[in-house]
């Protein structure tokens, strides 16, 4: 990595020790909203020190910096829950914004994107609906109908994460039923979460807590909501693709945050099992079954940088849709080791390892998910094992 | 199994679909507190059955059930968190009211194990202590001092599950620091939790949650806190003798319920497979992955189940100690089983695995214990490995 | 299990280790050939003990033992490559045995069965073919046509175990091709080796060694090939129907021997970790990485054996058929287990492991295939889901 | 990687198909010895065309890669069992040259390098001991002792790779046996093969082969065998610091032909996935297990292959000893894959996967050493957390 990124990794890191992981605490024993106050002030800091929005233009406030660049610097901020709200690149905003400033309209872009990447508002994204698989994206029941200069939307959605106190939602709609192609059935329309119609049913309780502000997922409905048809974004009958373009990068993003969760879930390991003893003068560290909890994350971690890093290179080489393979591979790849790291940490940690007293419980309870969200496991590897059977002549349907 | 057993197992079962299940979604969404008035009527009609404390002998109030009849039982009741407490088995109570059924003095068990049999009090049981690692039991600083007519107790406990609402504490203390045997140190003495000096740090959160009542786990401190000699439980010295001898059954109950939680999840991921469509009329349970899912489940959960049985057969004939090694392997071997069939249920559910709208989401973050509570994986293998050795002429040390 | 078992199991046991592991050596370095003499008259004594033929009935010159008396003796037979032969229990032998018995005439009993039961010949059979999947039973293309008297039987099969001088191979054959049930088109037949056209096409080096006489697996050719219709092994059009009912059963003596494979290596495992020293004084088996490879192993193999058990007894009450979804159940699990026991043995053995010194690399190189004769890992996982599924109201076709 | 270097693999990687491969099925099948005329003259075609010791320095004979360059061949070679040694990049020979080239005399270089590096003769190297655990490196009997002008050497070998046909033999003694430091008190001497007193016990047989020439491992004794003192190898003392010097790069070798044997085993069980027909069209490609094997695999090599790259290059920027930790990571990670990798490919392939008309049963058998031989699993899992606890100031012992 270049010399300057090199400076301002280290510099982030140590930011982050120093200013957010003391909020850590109380964030892990009541809440988001016990904290939000204080993270705004952090957010405040972070554009003084000219590091707000770190892969967004600089025109748009951001620092510019290429994936890869990034990749380096998410870690960072994965390395606590918070870290990357503070910086203003949490999942569903950033990849929102990413859609707006390719997409949008000018008026949207003043609209929406402005407050957002200026971190004055928050945004959200609906798509999963309850009544249909995930992992069948083009079957879904939400519609939307143009009526006169408006579209009147109509449907059920669910983890619609931060919907809470979100201005806006990016609702995915089926708009042409009838297109013989399946994937150009549907378009993103942007809803104001104040319109009329549109219900919060209930912020669903993951993992034995609600959660609170942007760390909730919602159950929400739309009846006879009406936008302006200026609402939608891009092009009518792209909803699909235009999703597909945001949910490559989104999971670069994803695995470079578990990457940072891995990594500070190994500090924490090693320094439990250096310092804490089984009997006087026997540390933890001097057992073998230790060791190799730590040898066998430390090679697994080291295998899923490497991977995002070459993944997130071929992104800027090639594209998103140039490196699909690599995005799948990592997508689960790096999920598996996550959850193993995160296993292993636990399991040094004992007792204290369930306990709120460390972070730990909280990504192993949220980020079982990793193996779920944004493509569950066994549809990358289908996605991978079609790419790589098409190479030799056979065509495999999902 | 016998044919009465078999009839019981049946009724219980279906006791527990009809009377107890309906509890859950309050009990996941609203906490163990919003449910405990329900809970107590469903112990009265348990009581009204005859199936009150199951495991215990008839002039307390039990069934008079052996281990092996009551494994098959608790099967059942495992099945959700809130069956034992309903049957009046949970833990750490039947542990309580095992010791001082075995120990207790006349004064004892008119005081203390009356009320417990009847369900009337709760009671906890207070070993392990933050500054010491768990898998060590020899290492501890709480003491307990005679003066005069009283032991003086002065220490700091944590993981003391149900402290909260419970009437008393069974405290293990270093009664006899310089015994030349570290076994011979300790005592177990019962201490009323409202006697002075005997305070309540905090509930713990775990997981996420601190929880209510018998479903919280506490960090105590005891500071002076005087009771009469007569607290003593057994005889002076054999504090972890009797704690082994309460352990090894412990252990059997544990897995016990753990092969419950098992079989629920695997019908629930069954269920789930069977109807849940991942397009119009391709159901999950269609995909190869997931029927290897459940296939490797089903192995599983039917090894565990044989072992469970097979050493709570062993300890019927040769008491606890006779199958150490065999209490070793299942807790190992089932809390892995557990683990990895609720992993799999999670996946299969996708979102919805993720929410409290299911138990499975409770049993994955609170049961990742399993694999530390009561002796960590990494003891019990050892404990195993030690025994089969000896057999081959090495004595290994811990 | 009963007393006289218990004995006989001991007894067969201190006859295998005094009698038959002292041929082991030259078996591993020389092969099969070069203990045929010696075998030979290690079976004149199995005889003269009483012990032939254990799982077949008196009349034949068998102990007539049950299925899961035969399991516990079965497993110390296979504790070496070569006991089961000197029983005369081997595969395919005791297979073609248990069809001849109950589906031969008379006059193909006292040809075949007769002096394959007495050890006097061996036999082979032969369904498999190169040009399809081993997976898909009912495709294949070895057809006979009924001329006259004669079955003309045109055909190429591989993996025809110990076709190296047997005396006759029954042969899978399209009879009737136009059924239009797939299960009822084929028909089993009695083949003299020596019969014009029955051509060997090669021994299949499998794993390094083409092997020799039993322990070799052939490549084979009919063309042309005539037989007397009375041939006929059972009812034309049955041979899958009676390939299905000796596979059951057949998968159960596999996961017994296996059961004994893993308890062989087990304690080749623990003695020498108990033994084998890193330093002076510090053998291996202080380690903990050993020390859990022991635990895990015995977990396993317990759990296997109890499996195992478990379903003979279902077999024994129910039948192979009722029994159908245990037998696939143990089929994939006890595989597992056979290669992790042998995989860790070896890795405590080091480079001694690797050689022919011990056992274990035999018993790694050939057992890979436990996993996929009789039915490959994800056939039988997939078996074992269709039936759970269809509990669960869902068909789901292979 | 460099165009020209791009080139380079590509022209090689189709000389390894059209040249090399062909000669595979005879080695399989014959032997080693079989193929070895043929071998010599593909080593001449590799000669000519300027491909000869491509890791080795121009001025004998070889192409002067770096380490990163020749990982990309090595990768390419390693696709065949047959491929080092058409190049003379074999294992033990290309550790010898090394060891030569950085320390030998010029009388050494002249007599022993010279004709190695020339490929007109072979060598061997001589370390472990059946009586002492090849993971303690210090723990050896052999010993020198300098007599005169002359080393007396008497000692006991095992596992001397290629000893068969080897010129000479780089033998491991003890010639400080009462040096305080016990690294300090090997050497390492050469000693011609045909030199009185140094007998051949016996070529080990491993995993069913004793092997034939450079593809053997022998077991040897050294009876009172005198060579010049000369023929001590760099400095007197310093065995273990030249031993450890060797192997870094040998591991970084091996793993370099690891990732070779995975790439091929992947592109036969692909190539078998999309063309074997489990029933007319309806190709094994079809199924999700196969299918998620496939996707395991490709994720797995990219892991490995990623990491090897990025160990060579950091052995490159600074050191085989700078980089000891990524070495040992590699070591245990890639031979893990490797594994994984190969189960796999003959998982897919069934009965076929099994057979030698496959290099996939070679591979599984011998590279099942992979996890044993130059330091196991278990040894470089305990050097990697070693490392990291220190920096977290624990000190472990081994």
């Known amino acids: 990595m270049a010399a300057s990124t090199a400076d301002l990794v280290r510099e982030v890191?140590?930011?982050?020790?120093?200013?957010?992981?003391?909020?850590?605490?109380?964030?892990?024993?009541?809440?988001?909203?016990?904290?939000?106050?204080?993270?705004?002030e952090k957010r405040q800091e972070v554009k003084a020190r000219g590091w707000w929005l770190p892969p967004f233009p600089r025109e748009w406030g951001g620092m510019g910096l290429g994936l890869l660049e990034f990749a380096r610097l998410s870690e960072e901020l994965g390395r606590t829950p918070l870290g990357h709200y503070v910086f203003n690149t949490q999942a569903p905003d950033i990849g929102n914004m990413e859609v707006l400033l390719k997409h949008g309209t000018p008026m949207q872009k003043e609209r929406f994107l402005k407050p957002l990447a200026a971190g004055e508002i928050r945004s959200s994204f609906a798509m999963t609906e309850p009544e249909?698989?995930?992992?069948?994206?083009?079957?879904?029941?939400?519609?939307?109908?143009?009526?006169?200069?408006?579209w009147v939307i109509n449907g059920h959605k669910w983890y619609t994460t931060g919907f809470e106190g979100s201005a806006f939602?990016?609702?995915?709609?089926?708009?042409?039923?009838?297109?013989?192609?399946?994937?150009?059935?549907?378009?993103?329309?942007?809803?104001?979460?104040?319109t009329p119609g549109f219900q919060h049913v209930r912020k669903i309780a993951v993992m034995g807590e609600q959660g609170e502000d942007w760390m909730s997922h919602s159950e929400i409905r739309l009846q006879g909501?009406?936008?302006?048809?200026?609402?939608?974004?891009?092009?009518?009958?792209?909803?699909?693709?235009?999703?597909?373009?945001?949910?490559?990068p989104g999971r670069i993003h994803h695995c470079m945050r578990w990457v940072g969760i891995c990594e500070r879930s190994f500090e924490l390991m090693c320094g439990y099992a250096a310092k804490r003893e089984l009997s006087p003068g026997k540390p933890l560290g001097s057992r073998q079954a230790i060791q190799h909890m730590i040898a066998e994350s430390k090679a697994e971690i080291h295998a899923a940088r490497l991977m995002v890093l070459d993944a997130a290179e071929k992104v800027e080489r090639q594209g998103a849709e140039g490196a699909r393979v690599e995005i799948s591979l990592i997508k689960f790849f790096v999920a598996g080791v996550l959850q193993r790291v995160l296993?292993?940490?636990?399991?040094?940690?004992?007792?204290?390892?369930?306990?709120?007293?460390?972070?730990?419980?909280?990504?192993?309870?949220?980020?079982?998910?990793?193996?779920?969200?944004?493509g569950a496991d066994e549809v990358h590897k289908t996605v991978v094992a079609r790419a790589v059977l098409k190479e030799y002549g056979l065509e495999v349907s999902l």
């Open 13 to 40: 890191r140590e930011f982050v020790r120093e200013e957010i992981l003391p909020l850590e605490p109380a964030f892990l024993h009541h809440g988001f909203a016990a904290v939000l106050p204080a993270l705004r």
């Open 225 to 248: 909501v009406r936008v302006p048809k200026e609402n939608l974004l891009g092009e009518r009958g792209r909803g699909f693709a235009i999703a597909q373009e945001r949910l490559g």
């Open 343 to 374: 296993d292993r940490a636990i399991q040094v940690h004992g007792g204290l390892g369930m306990s709120d007293d460390l972070p730990l419980s909280f990504f192993y309870r949220h980020e079982r998910a990793a193996r779920i969200y944004d």
């Open 169 to 194: 939602c990016i609702v995915m709609c089926i708009t042409d039923p009838d297109h013989p192609n399946p994937y150009a059935r549907a378009s993103q329309i942007i809803v104001p979460t104040d």
């Open 132 to 150: 249909h698989a995930g992992s069948n994206p083009v079957w879904m029941n939400t519609t939307a109908v143009l009526e006169g200069d408006h």
